[in-house]
């Protein structure tokens, strides 16, 4: 009895562990081949490899989305830089060495005309942020926050008096209408200075200069919908984790889609799903992503930190494997607009890196040329008699000159101990005079009282 109970339990243990090893089996299998086989067909999946010491590249970036506007449209000034000859301007290279440390009565002049504030002008971004976490909300206002020309804040159940978070005084059941909501809330306040608009999570950092390079070719009255594609359920649209952005015209037509609150929540009831929807209703509107690829096919929206970007993705998710656009070769294009970014110290310093450190790597770059004075060394002994004596009209007064009428109001500089009567207008006639006169007389000028003054 007790033979064939042990026998019973070890058909049972090696049925087990048949059933247990062999899906284990296949499913190594299948992580070794498949994978392998994504990483052969995608060289930017594979060994992590340090895309900083690669050869920068200097010639224009040809984003797909200009290329394939090129070809369904007779528009030929599509390219950034088509666009800007289209308009009669054309770019120059300034030494920026001068630009930073010239003459400061130039800077205005130039400022002006510098292409990132001329852009600014011409391409106006808003930037929405949904507010998870209030440090990062406060992290993106003092950083890249300020370069947005409009900015809102969004939150569910989060008040804060250092951030202006928006609250739509309704209840809430999804992020779906949580961003409907916020759709409406934007174009009912601010629809004349609507061009652009981004839509970020509060762990994301955007460059907004780089966008505004993306768009300003782009009509913002079409409808364009921009940022990372990928495919769930048959359905293409852009991941809320890498930002997404629309123009005015497809935002236009989504608010009308949903223009009220009601509309909003039958739009969508799961969380974290609201970039799929969003995808979904502009997908019914026959509004889809466009490709934002360079032409090396590199990204420009980015859901993935860069230090992960830089030294690779160790197992390919769906954010790659799902593409619709698949990203290629290097890791990122010169132009990116969004990187993820989880801590507020890191974002402060990414603004840090991006926006305020030079690097002194070569000659004439970044402060090696002296900064340029106002008045020259010679000079400044001419201006002070000027500040100090109101003296405008000796333009040609030699130095021993300029000695004397100066002493005459103070005594030695080594004592350093102002004359009782400096104000002595007989003696600073009687040099002025003798000066005009161009006289060497001017030693008789001087007076007893101001070397007996120092006399205390």
């Not at 994301?204 to 782009?218: C, H, K, Q």
């Not at 935002?251 to 969380?271: D, R, S």
């Not at 607009?337 to 790597?361: C, E, G, I, R």
Request: aromatic share 12%; charged share 25%.
């Amino acid at each position: 009895m007790r033979l064939r109970f042990l026998k019973q339990k070890s058909i049972f243990l090696i049925g087990f562990g048949i059933g247990f090893v062999l899906p284990l089996l296949f499913f190594l299998l299948r992580s070794i081949f498949v994978i392998d086989s994504i990483v052969d067909q995608n060289p930017s999946l594979r060994q992590p490899e340090y895309y900083l010491n690669k050869k920068l590249r200097h010639e224009e970036i040809i984003l797909q989305l200009w290329k394939k506007m090129n070809e369904t449209t007779n528009f030929n000034s599509i390219t950034y830089h088509a666009w800007l000859a289209a308009q009669n301007l054309k770019l120059y290279k300034i030494d920026l060495d001068e630009y930073l440390y010239g003459l400061q009565e130039k800077d205005d002049r130039k400022e002006k005309h510098m292409e990132w504030n001329w852009l600014r002008k011409q391409v106006s971004i808003t930037c929405v942020i949904f507010v998870e976490k209030l440090k990062l909300g406060k992290s993106i206002k003092a950083t890249w926050g300020k370069r947005c020309n409009n900015i809102y804040f969004f939150g569910h159940r989060l008040k804060n008096t250092e951030l202006p978070i928006i609250d739509v005084n309704i209840k809430i059941i999804s992020s779906w209408q949580l961003l409907c909501e916020a759709m409406n809330y934007i174009w009912n306040h601010q629809v004349d200075k609507l061009q652009w608009i981004i839509f970020v999570k509060d762990d994301t950092i955007i460059i907004p200069e780089n966008l505004r390079y993306m768009v300003a070719p782009l009509d913002y009255t079409h409808d364009y919908y921009l940022g990372h594609p990928v495919v769930l359920w048959g359905q293409a649209y852009n991941v809320a984790q890498s930002g997404y952005v629309l123009s005015r015209g497809a935002l236009n037509k989504i608010v009308q889609m949903f223009n009220n609150t009601e509309k909003c929540i039958k739009g969508g009831k799961y969380w974290k799903k609201e970039d799929y929807y969003l995808g979904k209703h502009l997908s019914s509107l026959d509004i889809r992503p466009s490709d934002t690829r360079d032409q090396y096919l590199r990204g420009t929206f980015h859901g993935y930190s860069l230090q992960n970007l830089l030294w690779g993705i160790a197992k390919p998710d769906s954010y790659f494997t799902r593409a619709v656009y698949p990203i290629k070769g290097e890791c990122c294009s010169p132009i990116s607009v969004t990187f993820s970014v989880s801590d507020p110290d890191k974002m402060h310093m990414l603004n840090y890196l991006l926006y305020q450190l030079h690097v002194l790597n070569d000659e004439s770059r970044f402060g090696n040329v002296s900064a340029a004075v106002r008045v020259r060394e010679e000079d400044v002994w001419k201006v002070a008699l000027q500040e100090e004596f109101n003296i405008t009209h000796l333009n040609d007064i030699s130095s021993d000159a300029y000695y004397e009428i100066w002493h005459s109001r103070y005594s030695e500089p080594g004592q350093l101990k102002i004359a009782k009567n400096y104000r002595t207008p007989d003696q600073l006639n009687c040099l002025l005079t003798s000066y005009k006169g161009e006289t060497s007389s001017v030693h008789n000028c001087r007076t007893k009282n101001v070397v007996n003054s120092t006399k205390n």
